[in-house]
DNA sequence: GTTCCTCGAGTTCT
DNA sequence: CTCGAGGAAC
């Protein structure tokens, strides 16, 4: 490890001396540039090329080292002990309002206090990350401590000296006099994106990964040792200060301004109103935008902008009454975790569901998780009893991140998959090389046929609307129902008397039967349940042999053969035609007159020929399987993952955010959805002209937009 | 033999 | 949306 030398007092300075100076003051300068503007005037290797200059003479004339040389950042040389230190002035808390008429009442305060004529407020993003105190002794940074309680707090200096949007010196201004003694405050906080590659590269080495960006700047931050927080994408705005000594401008806008030319990052998206009404706008238009940012946002901080009457305005008990924090619906939260169920599908896995107490999350009272499989369960190390981490997925389906093992009480026990089939009883199995655990009872369980039912009636399948989970089960109970075929046999008395179903009822589920039994042949064959059998390995069956008799009369090698099923499946699909019950069951339907043969779809136009198209998001008077199905018809290929074979991302309203990430990041066009109409053509779904294509002929050559601009 | 691309299955709540 | 795993490409 090297040690910095302290060079101390005036005198003549060597040519190599003076080109170290120079060096070091550029690269700043390019620093501030690049993390505090977000506008670097020179490239990444002609900035590289200036920290190598720095480095090697730096190297080679050890007599001029220095602790505050940039080329420090990433190596400081003192252990890290987390001190605790008092703050010479308390880091208050916020007071916090979650609905807007709060921010009104916060107004009416205010108001009622010291009149609200020609006040003005600034907000402020409230980045999710962790305060913290820095302060400047003649404009070098001393120390970095943790909020903490508020009044005690941790020396982090060692850690914060590695992150680069903290300055270890302030910048020099000509607007502006660098205070003698300053304190600054702000947020340390990981990028959502930065976050994501950080786990991607923990779990590639085999180490713990984080929860979310929070919880991984903080842990970033108390390592032990500063060279591993170092290679943490930390960073760092600034949103206040403590005490200062000489002048200060006397706003929280001023002060902001002045920080940025200290050298400092403040977040670009922090505002000044004169007019309530347009703060509340404000307010409401983030709420929309919080999915667009790089960063997790928990809400809006508005303060009075005037220092002077901040500080006459005072506080009440720990908050002060001149600032409220408007806190969005958290999409993160946590709870108890009370049990462990498991449920059969129709496949026969065996998937654990996490029982949770109730709680609110992101605008829903969840009671349920899932937990994917049992081997995740003892990778996160969650147990009953454990208090647990909940997240919704896409902000819709929630699932559980990880236990909060400081909060683990000491009756938490762990859980176990049990080792018989809950429904049937049967032995579960769990196939080699597989992480799942099944039922191996397919024909048997009671559970995996309602559940095949269940899919078979679903709208992927024969979609008959009117039979759900609740009706499906209904009528399997009752012994009216045990294969798909019987569905069709139904008649409407068998109805009469049935909870839940009237004349109406009746009428419309037997008219939808009745059109169940003119759905095509892909329909008809996904809704036999085929493990590994759905839409596109059905299309691709069906293309080449035409009838699901045809399949099922096929070899596994012959199947094999088909570009994109590969031994497994086709051995998947001989296997459920090898079982007696499954050929009556499509002797039975041929019988029924459903449609068992032919019916290939063919192309309308070619307007997406050779592209790959992934959706995602909503639009309006579109289903997802309509859109899909517009961009077979017009030649193109729908598909639901981005990779780099992905021609264009289409992005409706509210759309995934990891989508989005993974097209930003292979550089493919990100396109909306007038846009995606404008290539299908303006009639969209009715322009059927063009006769069908050969699909595979090469692409026309295609306009492609101009790619996405890098962040930075 | 490894990596990348796709697909399928299961999941919550109102 | 997430995960696991099959299949093809290298």
């Known amino acids: 490890m090297v040690v910095g030398l302290p060079v101390k007092g005036v005198r003549n300075m060597s040519s190599i001396e003076i080109r170290i100076q120079e060096l070091r003051t550029q690269i700043r300068e390019h620093d501030y540039q690049y993390f505090v503007l977000n506008d670097p005037i020179i490239s990444d290797a002609e900035y590289d090329a200036l920290m190598r200059e720095l480095r090697m003479l730096e190297l080679s004339h050890r007599e001029y080292q220095s602790d505050d040389s940039p080329t420090n950042r990433l190596y400081p040389a003192i252990d890290v002990q987390f001190k605790k230190v008092r703050h010479p002035q308390v880091m208050m808390s916020l007071a916090k309002a979650f609905k807007e008429k709060e921010i009104y009442d916060w107004h009416s305060r205010l108001d009622k206090e010291i009149g609200t004529e020609g006040m003005a407020w600034t907000a402020e993003p409230k980045i999710d990350g962790l305060a913290i105190a820095l302060t400047y002794v003649n404009g070098v940074l001393v120390r970095a401590a943790t909020r903490g309680n508020g009044e005690i707090g941790e020396d982090v200096t060692a850690n914060i000296e590695t992150i680069n949007t903290v300055p270890k010196q302030l910048r020099r201004d000509t607007h502006i006099q660098v205070p003698s003694e300053i304190e600054v405050r702000g947020e340390i906080y990981m990028r959502t994106d930065e976050f994501d590659e950080l786990n991607d590269r923990l779990r590639a080495a085999g180490e713990k990964t984080a929860a979310n960006p929070r919880n991984a700047a903080a842990g970033s931050l108390r390592q032990k040792d500063p060279r591993v927080t170092a290679t943490r994408p930390l960073r760092f705005f600034a949103y206040s200060i403590g005490p200062v000594s000489g002048n200060w401008p006397d706003t929280q806008w001023e002060t902001l301004q002045a920080l940025k030319k200290l ?411 007038a846009t995606f109409m404008v290539m299908v053509g303006s009639e969209g779904d009715v322009a059927l002209v063009t006769p069908p294509v050969d699909i595979e002929s090469e692409p026309p050559a295609t306009d492609m937009p101009p790619a996405q601009s890098r962040l930075f």
């Not at 026990?413 to 049937?424: G, R």
């Not at 077979?632 to 990779?643: A, D, F, L, M, W």
């Open 263 to 673: 050298g400092f990052s403040i977040n670009d998206d922090t505002r000044r109103f004169e007019n309530f009404e347009a703060l509340i706008n404000y307010a409401r238009a983030w709420m929309m935008k919080r999915d667009e940012l790089p960063y997790e946002v928990d809400g809006i901080v508005f303060k009075v902008d005037s220092l002077a009457q901040q500080r006459e305005l005072g506080i009440v008990g720990t908050d002060p009454r001149w600032a409220i924090a408007y806190k969005f619906e958290a999409r993160e939260t946590s709870s108890t975790l009370k049990n462990i169920t498991v449920a059969v599908g129709r496949t026969g896995v065996i998937t654990p569901a996490a029982e949770i107490e109730p709680v609110q999350l992101s605008g829903v009272t969840v009671r349920n998780a899932s937990l994917h499989n049992a081997d995740l369960i003892t990778k996160l190390d969650i147990r009953i009893g454990d208090r647990v981490l909940l997240k919704r997925a896409g902000d819709v389906i929630p699932y559980i991140i990880g236990p909060l093992l400081a909060a683990r009480p000491a009756d938490a026990v762990p859980w176990q998959m049990p080792t018989n089939c809950p429904v049937c009883g049967t032995a579960l199995v769990r196939p080699e090389g597989e992480v799942a655990w099944r039922c191996p009872n397919s024909d048997g369980c009671p559970e995996q046929r309602k559940r095949r039912l269940e899919y078979a009636v679903s709208r992927e399948a024969l979609d008959i609307v009117g039979l759900g989970e609740q009706q499906v089960r209904m009528l399997v109970e009752k012994g009216l129902v045990s294969d798909i075929a019987d569905i069709f046999t139904l008649t409407p008395d068998v109805f009469v008397d049935m909870e839940g179903f009237g004349e109406k009822k009746i009428a419309n589920l037997m008219q939808s039967i009745a059109n169940a039994k003119n759905q095509p042949v892909l329909r008809v064959f996904i809704s036999l349940g085929i493990h590994m059998v759905a839409d596109k390995v059905a299309q691709l069956l069906l293309q080449h042999f035409d009838s699901i008799a045809a399949i099922a009369g096929a070899s596994v090698v012959e199947m094999s053969q088909i570009d994109g099923i590969g031994p497994v499946k086709a051995q998947n699909v001989a296997e459920f035609f090898g079982r007696p019950g499954n050929q009556q069951l499509l002797a039975k339907l041929t019988t029924l007159g459903l449609n068992v043969r032919g019916g290939r779809v063919a192309p309308r136009g070619d307007s997406l020929a050779g592209m790959t198209i992934v959706v995602t998001g909503s639009v309006p008077d579109y289903t997802r399987e309509q859109i899909e199905a517009l961009i077979t018809r017009h030649g193109g290929k729908p598909t639901s993952s981005v990779s780099k074979k992905t021609t264009y991302v289409v992005a409706g309203s509210e759309p995934g955010g990891s989508k989005i990430q993974k097209a930003t990041e292979y550089n493919i066009s990100i396109i909306d959805w």
